[in-house]
């Protein structure tokens, strides 16, 4: 598409972000895009622009050949992926914000962009606002990113904002978050983790080359998170939110997952609040680098749509560099982590899958330990996905040096000190405390 091109939108979708785009493209006229066309499901709703605009039939907008770029802006995942098949087959470029479309299809929308020539831009499907995937395309173009670690969904962060600085209860507090516009059609996607695990999927692909079914990648969202385990975070200076992490790992793979996490006032996440996105990105030689801004709701998400619009003028398209370049990451499940596990009856959680436990509590009703643990063991437990189980990564969660811990801790026991690294060692803040 030419700079003097002008872009004739075909639009679908005119719920929060869908009228979002469409007030924000009259606001910049610049831009030279006019909507042409915007198609709704439901046509007898009242709209804040002309009626005829409006159709309810797709066509009106793919077979109009004066149409060039379509954006899509439907909550139904399968319907939007029909709809941006056809748009590209129709040599349309397209954007779009439905992380669970792009995050599910990734690698048959790599080939229709690639067998029609026409870009598919998603900027608004990672954190809202923040250009997560423009930096990681272009910036972060080579091998140097060690670490992705963000709170990369709103609805989840306010409702916990909202809950340990309100005292606000789950339930008015996702209801706060669905009636701003930040939640999910079906707000189970956001928190369960979904969501979350999805936009993981596109950043895996972007930052690392990686192409993962989302429902391959380990997510749990916050629904199973108990008073005690926030009460804990508070004790000692910290808060629980869930992270989407991203790690490369000395070896060389590359470890996913989407957990709740610790996370102390050291951190940038520390301050994330409400439906703010942050993430933090380790490099090779740039240490720590934080992206932060607005994550959900109509004009910050709008805004993403915008800069793709824009980019689309002078003929951006993701070129993928690193799925095609010669880096070759693999995603493991070879790696330790140091989690927190906070459950009701001592049976419910299997101490043996543990490499070590280095605290447990038992206070009320309510039992925690904190331990490291492989994580295909963890994922093979037969209590990570029990309802009365809450798990959180520890601040450090990743423990590389296993192997070697493991060896001084024998060597210790058959010198005849055994509990040495077991008692009164503050690892991340928690005293460890010995096994009983
Ligand atoms: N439901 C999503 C969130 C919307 O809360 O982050 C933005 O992707």
């Not at 003097?4 to 785009?21: C, Q």
């Not at 997560?132 to 989840?156: A, H, K, P, Q």
């Not at 619009?309 to 010669?326: I, P, Q, T, V």
Request: include cysteine.
């Amino acid at each position: 598409m030419r700079q003097d091109k002008k872009l004739v939108i075909g639009l679908f979708g005119f719920g929060v972000v869908g009228e979002g785009i469409y007030e924000v493209l009259k606001k910049t006229p610049s831009l030279q895009a006019a909507v042409k066309k915007i198609c709704i499901r439901d046509g007898s709703k009242h709209r804040n622009a002309p009626a005829a605009l409006f159709t309810t039939d797709a066509g009106d907008i793919l077979n109009d050949p004066a149409i060039n770029v379509v954006v899509e802006l439907i909550s139904d995942a399968e319907a939007a992926y029909a709809i941006v098949c056809r748009a590209l087959q129709s040599r349309k470029a397209v954007v779009s914000a439905n992380k669970k479309m792009i995050a599910e299809h990734l690698q048959e929308l790599l080939r229709l962009q690639a067998a029609h020539g026409v870009p598919l831009l998603y900027e608004a499907a990672v954190c809202g606002s923040i250009p997560v995937l423009r930096n990681l395309e272009e910036y972060y173009d080579n091998d140097l990113l060690d670490g992705f670690c963000g709170i990369v969904n709103g609805s989840t962060n306010f409702i916990l904002s909202r809950m340990y600085e309100d005292r606000m209860d789950y339930r008015s507090a996702l209801l706060q978050a669905q009636s701003l516009g930040f939640a999910e059609a079906d707000p189970r996607l956001d928190v369960e983790g979904i969501d979350a695990v999805n936009k993981l999927a596109i950043v895996l692909l972007h930052g690392y080359g990686i192409i993962a079914p989302p429902e391959h990648l380990l997510h749990i969202g916050i629904s199973r998170l108990h008073a005690a385990d926030a009460a804990l975070a508070a004790e000692k200076g910290q808060q629980v939110k869930l992270t989407a992490q991203a790690r490369k790992l000395s070896g060389g793979a590359v470890a996913a997952f989407v957990l709740p996490q610790f996370v102390g006032s050291d951190s940038q996440l520390f301050q994330v609040r409400n439906e703010y996105n942050g993430v933090v990105l380790q490099t090779a030689f740039a240490d720590k680098q934080f992206l932060y801004g607005k994550g959900a709701g109509r004009f910050p998400t709008a805004s993403a749509v915008l800069s793709d619009l824009s980019a689309l003028r002078y003929d951006y398209r993701y070129e993928y560099r690193k799925l095609h370049g010669s880096e070759g990451n693999v995603l493991t499940q070879d790696f330790y982590l140091r989690v927190y596990v906070s459950f009701e009856w001592d049976s419910a959680v299997d101490r043996t899958d543990f490499e070590w436990v280095e605290a447990f509590h038992c206070q009320g009703d309510r039992q925690y330990l904190i331990g490291v643990i492989h994580f295909e063991r963890l994922l093979q437990s037969r209590w990570l996905h029990r309802k009365e189980v809450s798990l959180v990564v520890c601040p450090d969660g990743f423990v590389e040096d296993v192997a070697a811990r493991k060896l001084r801790r024998r060597s210790l026991e058959l010198a005849g000190s055994p509990y040495v690294d077991r008692v009164g060692v503050a690892i991340d803040g928690y005293v460890v405390e010995e096994e009983p």
